[in-house]
C-alpha cells in the first residue's frame, strides 16, 4: 500500500529522490489504502483495500466511482471458469437445443446418445463402471461375476443395461447386489451368439440393484 500527495517539494537531492520513488510506488500501487488518498485530483485512480474495490475521482474531484470490486475469495482454475463457457462445454448457445426451466426441469428439442461400452472379463469377474457409461454389452469367455461401480449418491439414481453375448460353450453369471423377481436370476440363454439384455436401476449408492430381463435369446 503506498499513497502519495504527488508534489515534489524543493528539496535536497537524497530527499527528493525518496520523494520521486515515493510518488512512483503510489502510482504503481494506484494509491491504495483503506482510507482515501489525502490529497486528491480529478480522474486519479484509487484502490480501497478493505473493501477490494477501485475506484477513480469525478471530473469534479469532489466523489469517487467505483470502477469494480474484486471477490478475492475466488480460487477457481482456468478449467473451472470454463465451466461457464458454452463452446467448452460442447453445447450450442444459439440453438438453445438444450433448456431448464426455473425448476430445474430439463427439455432436450431431440434425441440424444449415450456412450456404450464393450467390457470384457478378467479372472472370472467384470466391473460396469456408471459413471464412464450406461449401456454395456460383455461377450462371455468363462463363468463371470457381474459387478458395479460409481454408482450415483444415495437419493439419485443410477440405471444402466447390459447386452450378454453367450459363448460356444455355455456360460454362467453371478450378479453383485442385484435383486430379481421372485429373488430368482434369469438363466441365460445356451446357444452360441445368442444374446440377452439385462436392465439395472439403484436408488441407494449401489446398496440394491434391481435387475429386470428385457430380452432372451435375441440373436
Do not use: C
Request: hydrophobic share 35%.
Amino acid at each position: 500500500m503506498s499513497q502519495h500527495d504527488f508534489n515534489i517539494a524543493n528539496q535536497s537531492f537524497p530527499a527528493t529522490r525518496t520523494d520521486l520513488n515515493n510518488a512512483l510506488a503510489a502510482l504503481a500501487s494506484t494509491s491504495s489504502g483503506d482510507a482515501e488518498p489525502g490529497t486528491t485530483y480529478a480522474n486519479q485512480l484509487w484502490y480501497e483495500t478493505d473493501t477490494d474495490t477501485l475506484k477513480i475521482r469525478n471530473e469534479a474531484n469532489n466523489g469517487w466511482v467505483t470502477v469494480l470490486t474484486l471477490d478475492t475469495g475466488v480460487t477457481a482454475t482456468a478449467t473451472e471458469l470454463n465451466y461457464n463457457d458454452v463452446t467448452t462445454l460442447g453445447l450450442s448457445e444459439a440453438s438453445k437445443v438444450v433448456t431448464a426451466d426455473a425448476n430445474g426441469v430439463v427439455t432436450l428439442d431431440n434425441g440424444f446418445s449415450e456412450e456404450y461400452a464393450a467390457v470384457t472379463s478378467t479372472s472370472n469377474a467384470v466391473s460396469l463402471n456408471l459413471q464412464t457409461a450406461s449401456n454395456f454389452s460383455h461377450t462371455l469367455t468363462e463363468d463371470t461375476t457381474v459387478s458395479f461401480t460409481n454408482p450415483a449418491a444415495s437419493g439419485k439414481v443410477s440405471a444402466a443395461t447390459l447386452r450378454v453375448i453367450q459363448d460356444s460353450t455355455p456360460r454362467a453369471i453371478t450378479w453383485t447386489n442385484v435383486v430379481w423377481a421372485s429373488a430368482t436370476a434369469p438363466t441365460l440363454s445356451q446357444g452360441s451368439g445368442n444374446v440377452d439384455v439385462f436392465v439395472f436401476y439403484t436408488v441407494n449408492n449401489g446398496g440394491t440393484y434391481y435387475g429386470f430381463t428385457a430380452g432372451q435369446a435375441l440373436a
